[in-house]
């Protein structure tokens, strides 16, 4: 299954972004989804995913009352939206496939799709 993240960009403290991650081909309904980010130098950090079987979510503490993650079965895409940015929210962000529940450990890297990276300005 091939994932494409989109909506990445550069904002400033404070600021919004709403990610997708879709796949051409492959429906995404039925599979537990989530989203990762890699910074520089830090450690790779699961920040949210949602489940296939009932719809529950985890997310990471760092993030938790500011990002949510959504799943809109009609355009084949989860959605992380993001708000209150921080420069520690910089990264490059990639959703990817665990299986089959969510975890707060990353799945392997061949179940993680293209990049996109988020950039926030102080």
């Known amino acids: 299954v091939q994932f494409v993240a989109s909506g990445g960009g550069s904002v400033q403290s404070g600021g919004s972004l709403r990610l997708s991650c879709t796949s051409s081909g492959y429906s995404l309904n039925y599979l537990t989804i989530g989203w990762l980010r890699q910074a520089p130098y830090k450690e790779r950090e699961v920040v949210s995913c949602?489940?296939?079987?009932?719809?529950?979510?985890i997310y990471g503490d760092s993030v938790k009352g500011r990002f949510t993650i959504s799943r809109d079965p009609a355009k084949n895409t989860v959605y992380l939206e993001m708000n209150n940015l921080t420069p520690d929210d910089a990264a490059v962000y990639y959703c990817?496939?665990?299986?089959?529940?969510?975890?707060?450990?990353?799945?392997?890297?061949?179940?993680w799709g293209q990049g996109t990276q988020v950039t926030v300005s102080s």
């Open positions: 949602i489940n296939s079987s009932d719809g529950s979510k």
């Open positions: 990817a496939r665990w299986g089959p529940y969510c975890s707060p450990t990353p799945p392997s890297a061949d179940s």
